[in-house]
């Protein structure tokens, strides 16, 4: 099944699916944050993204939203994909899929945006406490260049029901 098939499947009675992208930008020894400023997850550090646009592809949407959000330029053959984490949430019926990417080489001068204050952490001084409380579960394997598929589901406040979270082989974007 590919990957498109199976982020469509929606097999927890949900009804809509929101594509999201999450690039993490990462050198040796740290990796670049941004703190969100507005909106869903306002308060939290993440990766950089967002939600993909009608007639987009995902890279296209990921590479987008890292630059609107930190000014900073990744080409697509820069960027590896991952996987993906899937929450399905069961007050609003909806599923979001979050694409999960790692990129090490990028261009451009990094800025604060409207959305986003970036910074740089060592890896042993991630803010895991200030993050989504499931990041915890999968950043490390993102860390490690290795394939990740996660599934959550969610209710309320996004309070975790059940969860699956594999370390895998690096998956294709098909
Ligand atoms: N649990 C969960 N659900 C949805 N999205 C996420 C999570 N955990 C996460 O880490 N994320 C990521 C996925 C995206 O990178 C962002 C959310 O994107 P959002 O800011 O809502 O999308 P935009 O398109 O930038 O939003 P607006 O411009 O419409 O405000 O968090």
Request: a neutral charge; glycine letters at 6%; zero cysteines.
């Amino acid at each position: 099944m590919s990957t498109e098939q199976e982020t469509n499947n929606n097999n927890n009675n949900t009804n809509k699916t929101v594509k999201f992208t999450l690039i993490f930008i990462k050198n040796s020894e740290k990796i670049l944050l941004g703190l969100k400023k507005r909106g869903f997850g306002a308060g939290k550090w993440n990766g950089f993204g967002g939600k993909v646009e009608k007639n987009e592809s995902i890279l296209d949407g990921a590479i987008r939203e890292l630059k609107e959000e930190s000014n900073l330029t990744v080409t697509r053959s820069d960027m590896k994909y991952l996987g993906y984490v899937r929450y399905d949430l069961t007050e609003s019926l909806q599923t979001d899929i979050v694409y999960v990417f790692i990129a090490t080489k990028f261009s451009g001068n990094l800025a604060e945006t409207e959305e986003m204050s970036p910074k740089w952490f060592k890896i042993d001084e991630i803010p895991y406490d200030k993050m989504w409380v499931d990041s915890k579960d999968w950043l490390p394997i993102v860390l490690r260049n290795r394939g990740l598929l996660a599934k959550y589901v969610l209710s309320g406040e996004r309070d975790i029901q059940k969860k699956s979270v594999e370390d895998i082989d690096v998956p294709e974007l098909v």
